[in-house]
C-alpha cells in the first residue's frame, strides 16, 4: 500500500476517536406535575452534571428538551411514569460538543 493511504488513514482513526472523546452520557431524574415539567427536570438535571454552563445556556437559550447549545445531541431516551408530584421522568442522553 502507499505510504500515503496509511498516513491517511491513520489521520482518520486519531480523527475518529477525538471526537468520540468529545461526547459523553448523561442521565437525569426529575419529577412534574405534567410530564412535560417532569422531562425538563430530568433534562435539566442531566445538563448540569457536571458543568453548570452548559445548563445556564440552556435556560438563557429557551429550555427546550432535546437542545444543548454549543453541543449535538444524540441518543436522547426517556421513561416517565405516575409518582412523586404527579409523574417522574428519566432521561439519558449523549452530548457531542461542537
Known sequence: MPKSFLLAMAFLAAGASTAAAQCEDRVGQGTGQT?????RAAYEAALKTPDER????WIAAGQK???A?????RKLTSNCSAGGAGQICRIAVT????
Do not use: I
Not at 69 to 73: A, E, L, N, R
Open 35 to 39: 410530564r412535560d415539567a417532569a422531562l
Open 69 to 73: 447549545p454549543g453541543h449535538t445531541v
Open 95 to 98: 452530548l457531542c460538543r461542537n
Open 65 to 67: 428538551v432535546g437542545e
Open 54 to 57: 452548559l445548563l445556564k445556556a
